[in-house]
Nanobody, 124 residues
């Protein structure tokens, strides 16, 4: 049974930074692509970033490109999302997810397990 636990969310002023972590257990996550998604109130869950199993390939939503960085430490079964220059529109619950494939995907339905989410609130 795969388990993902996010942490690092909180309240930050616009222009600030946060680093989210996602600790994985129960499977050998180093073999799989990992992604971050987010869901704002009243909106659909949307893709934010993904990293392939080796960390050699990353993809970002246009809305976060240049501000967010996804990375992973396979020895620790952990994936990170460094978020800089945060904007109020980044406010959402952030979820990490695992895709049981080595290949990255931006499609929500391609992901097999999800964490419980961590709240990020950016004040103006």
């Amino acid at each position: 049974q795969a388990q993902l636990v996010e942490s690092g969310g909180g309240l930050v002023q616009a222009g600030g930074s946060l680093r989210l972590s996602c600790a994985a257990s129960g499977r050998t996550f180093s073999r799989y692509a990992m992604g971050w998604f987010r869901q704002a109130p009243g909106k659909e869950r949307e893709f934010v970033a993904v990293i392939n199993w080796t960390g050699s390939s990353t993809y970002y939503a246009d809305s976060v490109k240049g501000r967010f960085t996804i990375s992973r430490d396979n020895a620790k079964n952990t994936v990170y999302l460094q978020m800089n220059s945060l904007k109020p529109e980044d406010t959402a619950v952030y979820y990490c997810a695992v895709r049981f494939s080595t290949l990255a995907s931006t499609v929500r339905a391609d992901y097999g397990s999800w964490g419980q989410g961590t709240q990020v609130t950016v004040s103006s």
